[in-house]
């Protein structure tokens, strides 16, 4: 059974900085395409960034130049870092698969910016 489990959200003030981090059970991260999602208030479920088994990256423009996605393959774990953190950035951010089926939704982590 999969199961993913994000942390390292919290309350920071805009241009300050946050490290997520996503240990996942059931499944390799690095041999699947990972990504970050958020979702903020009334709004759906965005992709922000993905890393491929080859180690690609990509980011969705509004966060591009900010944020960073990483692995750790001996620790299973998906990492995000974020900075120059804004307002807008505000959400509850997951981790997932992406370019394939789904996983059952962890219960995310909760990023608070203040303006």
């Known amino acids: 059974q999969v199961q993913l489990v994000e942390s390292g959200g919290g309350l920071v003030q805009t241009g300050g900085s946050l490290r997520l981090s996503c240990a996942a059970s059931g499944i390799n991260v690095s041999i699947k395409n990972m990504g970050w999602y958020r979702q903020a208030p009334r709004q759906q479920r965005e992709l922000v960034a993905g890393?491929?088994?080859?180690?690609?990256?990509n980011y969705a423009d509004s966060v591009k130049g900010r944020f960073t996605i990483s692995r750790d393959n001996a620790k299973n774990t998906l990492y995000l870092q974020m900075n120059s953190l804004k307002p807008e950035d505000t959400a509850v951010y997951y981790c997932?698969?992406?370019?394939?089926?789904?996983?059952?939704w962890g219960k995310g982590t909760l990023v608070t910016v203040s303006s």
């Open positions: 997932n698969r992406f370019g394939g089926s789904i996983y059952v």
């Open positions: 890393v491929t088994p080859g180690g690609s990256t």
